[in-house]
């Protein structure tokens, strides 16, 4: 059977994101000074074949440990997309 799972990436909250820092200065600089934090991540949806939910999300979270998520820097999550 085909899963869909979806993988939230983002950075660690006590490590500096300086592209959040960016955006969120972009966004001062329009106008929109009312916006505390930005933080930038990534959404990544794997379509896995798998006999059940819980082998799929073992392989998303192989594939997150692996290689989609650097988990030094990066923490990830992991859900089922109905």
């Not at 192989?62 to 820097?73: D, T």
């Amino acid at each position: 059977m085909i899963y869909k799972v979806q993988v939230k990436v983002m950075p660690l909250n006590n490590l500096l994101d300086p592209q959040g820092k960016a955006i969120q200065s972009g966004l001062g600089n329009l106008g929109l000074m009312n916006i505390a934090d930005v933080r930038v991540g990534k959404h990544i949806n794997l379509q896995i074949e798998a006999t059940s939910e819980s082998e799929a999300l073992a392989i998303a979270d192989e594939a997150s440990k692996k290689l989609l998520a650097n988990q030094v820097m990066e923490f990830y999550e992991i859900e089922l997309i109905p």
